[in-house]
Nanobody
Framework: VQLQASGGGLVQAGGSLKLSCAAS????????MGWYRQAPGKQRELVAG???????NYIDSVKDRFTISRDNAKNTVSLQMNSLKAEDTAVYYC???????????WGQGTLVTVSS
């Protein structure tokens, strides 16, 4: 299974970006999908997650600004990021968890830079 992320870039504070991630390979079903981020000098953190049934969770700092969505038929997950802040600057990674043994797969990371 391979995950390919796209959509990062440079944006001014208050702007928007949309990240997308597509999973390919031999996939029967993906259980959970999510977006993590890692800022310089910090640990990787879960930003938003979504189950196969569409239940979502967010870290407090992005609630009401970010929206995660997925297309189960296409094995894709997206993250719409609005009202971006300088502290959102990080490398963003998409993640997919398979249902049987909870095996995880990661995308290559896409850099989001928010200028203040």
């Amino acid at each position: 299974v391979q995950l390919q992320a796209s959509g990062g870039g440079l944006v001014q504070a208050g702007g928007s970006l949309k990240l997308s991630c597509a999973a390919s390979g031999t996939i029967v079903r993906i259980a959970d999908m999510g977006w993590y981020r890692q800022a310089p000098g910090k640990q990787r953190e879960l930003v938003a997650g979504i189950t196969s049934r569409g239940s979502t969770n967010y870290i407090d700092s992005v609630k009401d600004r970010f929206t995660i969505s997925r297309d189960n038929a296409k094995n894709t997950v997206s993250l719409q990021m609005n009202s971006l802040k300088a502290e959102d600057t990080a490398v963003y990674y998409c993640n997919a968890v398979m249902p049987l043994f909870r095996q995880e797969y990661w995308g290559q990371g896409t850099l989001v830079t928010v200028s203040s």
